[in-house]
């Protein structure tokens, strides 16, 4: 539950105001919404550190793969799969 | 034990190793705050590589084995309202209140969901006007900015059926209350990386110079923990106590200013009792005055007896770093991850799950 996880911004899905940008992005093939207002640099394409759903950090795509592959191995990102019901 | 080559970057790990190795000259008790760190530690076979007078112990990072179990009685009084729907980490679920856990609580019928946002709950409070939707906020600090977001978006969406049940626990506090402790044996911290990239570092320097206690923010691969180690270490070995910074990657002076402005637009920094630990000042965050109806606790009006810790559970002497799980006399007898006696064996991120589950592998 702690971790941080990277993923890929594919697409903003919405910026209402400062509280509500949002995006989609993929981490490795699982898709979520992701809250993207506390990285307004963060535009499609980048790489982001994502924890419990919103966006922390902005890392380059090397990081990004090199991490997810790490938390994969080690069993770490089945919490990604958790979802509203 | 892992063999060096499954490493993300053996040759690394391989040279902080030898080098750990060749400028320790006296023994040193180093703990890492982050339950994740713990676990990568115990899970890659670190702690049998590193030099016999290095002691790693295990700090109380894990929000699921810090949340007391007055917190556990709350949410399942809140679970067990009419009308509500109770959401949570998954994780939470099955630590145990003073009688039983969220998990037994929805094996009777509340209803009881696993999200994995707080922001997913804010999301179906809208969706159900007729229910009251209470959110689970646990967490370091890392969580928090996701938690007072969700607070703020409810809010702008003027609902009135979302609430949360914050028990939010931060890290600079923790480690001056095991600083302090009488026995404390600690010579150095080993920081978590992600709580810093929030909040940034300078809230450890003033512990850092009370303490001469050297702390170094680590992330929680085997190369960042070794690299984090060898910089502790290094400091000791020269009689310094510098805050200094690992995990540069993620970690910058600041922190994420935005974020902390957020967590500080909802939260108020109030006492914490800490499982197995006690009260320490000022190491929680609460909902502030301002977001008052968004505090599940004022929502329902919260008013339980509050319970006695188990004392068959040693975990605060394991949080403090004054014991190992091995130690403790139930390990593996009467407690364990299917019928756990404490936190620590609850979740994957507890020390003593940690060693549970891989000490047959690695001989910790
Ligand atoms: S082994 Fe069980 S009872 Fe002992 S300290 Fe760990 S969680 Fe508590």
Not at chain 1, 57 to 65: C, F, I, L, R, S
Not at chain 2, 202 to 210: G, I, L, N, Q, T
Not at chain 2, 331 to 360: R, T
Request: aromatic share 8%; glycine share 8%.
């Amino acid at each position: 539950m702690c971790l941080a996880i990277p993923g890929k911004i594919m697409s903003i899905s919405a910026q209402l105001d400062e509280t509500f940008r949002t995006g989609l992005v993929t981490f490795g093939g699982i898709q979520k919404e992701v809250n993207l207002c506390m990285v307004p640099e963060a535009q499609v394409g980048n790489y982001v550190l994502v924890h419990v759903g919103v966006a922390i950090g902005v890392v380059d795509e090397e990081e990004a793969m090199k991490v997810f592959s790490y938390l994969k191995e080690m069993g770490e990102v089945h919490e990604l799969e958790a979802t509203v019901s | 034990m892992k063999y060096l080559s499954e490493y993300r970057d053996p040759e690394m790990v391989e040279a902080f190793l030898k080098e750990i190795h060749h400028i320790t000259t006296r023994p040193w008790t180093l703990m890492e705050i982050c339950g994740g760190q713990t676990h990568s530690l115990v899970k890659n076979g670190i702690l049998n590589m590193l030099p016999a007078n290095i002691t790693m112990v295990h700090g109380p990072g894990c929000p699921v084995c810090v949340t007391s179990v007055s917190v556990i009685d709350e949410a399942i009084f809140l679970a067990e309202q009419p009308h509500v729907i109770f959401c949570s980490f998954g994780d939470m679920l099955r630590v145990p209140g003073s009688k039983k856990s969220l998990l037994e609580c929805k094996a009777s019928g509340a209803d009881i969901r696993i999200l994995y946002s707080p922001l997913e709950a804010v999301q179906l409070a809208k969706n159900n006007p007729d229910k009251q939707i209470v959110f689970f906020a646990v967490g370091f600090e890392t969580t928090a900015p996701s938690n007072a977001l969700s607070v703020v978006q409810a809010a702008k969406l003027e609902l009135n059926n979302y609430s949360i049940l914050a028990s939010h626990v931060l890290v600079p506090p923790a480690m001056e209350a095991i600083l302090s402790d009488t026995n404390n044996t600690i010579n150095a911290f080993l920081a978590a990386g992600h709580v810093c990239t929030i909040m940034g570092m300078e809230e450890y320097e003033p512990v850092a110079e009370k303490y001469k206690c050297p702390i170094v923010i680590t992330g929680f691969e085997p190369v960042d923990l070794l690299q984090g180690i060898l910089m502790a270490v290094k400091q000791l070995e020269k009689g310094e106590h510098k805050v200094e910074n690992q995990y540069t990657r993620y970690v910058q002076r600041e922190g994420n200013r935005m974020a902390v402005d957020i967590i500080n637009s909802v939260f108020a920094v109030n006492d914490r009792v800490w499982r197995g630990i006690g009260t320490i000042p000022n190491s929680g965050y609460e909902v502030n005055e301002q977001y008052k109806n968004y505090n599940a606790r004022i929502k329902f009006n919260i008013d339980i007896e509050k319970a006695m810790e188990n004392k068959d559970c040693i975990s605060g002497d394991i949080m403090k770093g004054l014991k190992k799980p091995k130690q403790c006399p139930n390990f593996g007898a009467k407690c364990k991850p299917e019928h756990p006696l404490g936190a620590p064996m609850v979740s994957s991120e507890g020390a003593c799950a940690a060693y549970y589950q891989y000490a047959g592998i690695n001989h910790v």
